[in-house]
């Protein structure tokens, strides 16, 4: 006979089993009964460890979020601008290779809750990268207030990187990450301290 599961390892399980369900049938495809079916319990342990299917996701979120933002904190914590750059790109690439349900549960993001999910992640990102080019822009004389615009325009530019490779599975995360890193890095560099508008046509 099957050994049974403790109370912890049964949770483990749930949200094993919901983040994958939640990626493949997005949240409102989602219902108690296909995530019981799954895990082979019954309708009611799944409220019984999170009230229903919307406490399921929010934990589902919650982990993914965690666990994104815990690799690129730690890429992004020594070497130069540039490396730390790169670091944080590659961090992001390996992630959604490592866990493409979650990467795709944050994706598609709750229609009911734009504070989480793939949005907040981006932002909270944004706000960790941006520290790192505050500091770059003080060192060059840049008006260091330009930071976040930039930060989030980088992180927003490997978010949809990762969704492209999410469909091609090429070229490999590192190689992608360097690209990434090159691409905004060159424009970094040559950086124009107030760039010219574009005028309209007359």
Known sequence: MARRLSAQERRQQL????????ARLGFEGTSVEEIARRAK????????HFGGKEGLYAVVVDRAMSEVTERISNAIQDG?????????????????QDDPDGFTVLLRDKPTSRAGGMTG????????????????FA?????????????????????FAGEYWMEARKPAPDV???????????????LPENPDKVRPIS
């Open 41 to 48: 319990v019954s309708k009611p342990i799944v409220y019984e």
């Open 139 to 159: 060192d060059g004389g840049f008006d260091r207030r330009m930071a976040p615009l930039y930060a989030h325009a980088i992180v927003g530019m490997i978010s």
């Open 80 to 96: 130069p601008p540039r490396q730390r750059l790169e670091q944080a790109a590659l961090a992001f690439m390996t992630w959604v």
């Open 176 to 190: 992608v990450a360097a690209h990434i890193a090159a691409m905004a890095w060159m424009g970094l560099r040559h």
């Open 15 to 22: 949200i094993r089993v919901g983040r994958q369900v939640f």
């Open 121 to 136: 992640l981006l932002h909270d990102l944004a706000d960790r990268v941006g520290q790192v080019f505050a500091e770059q």
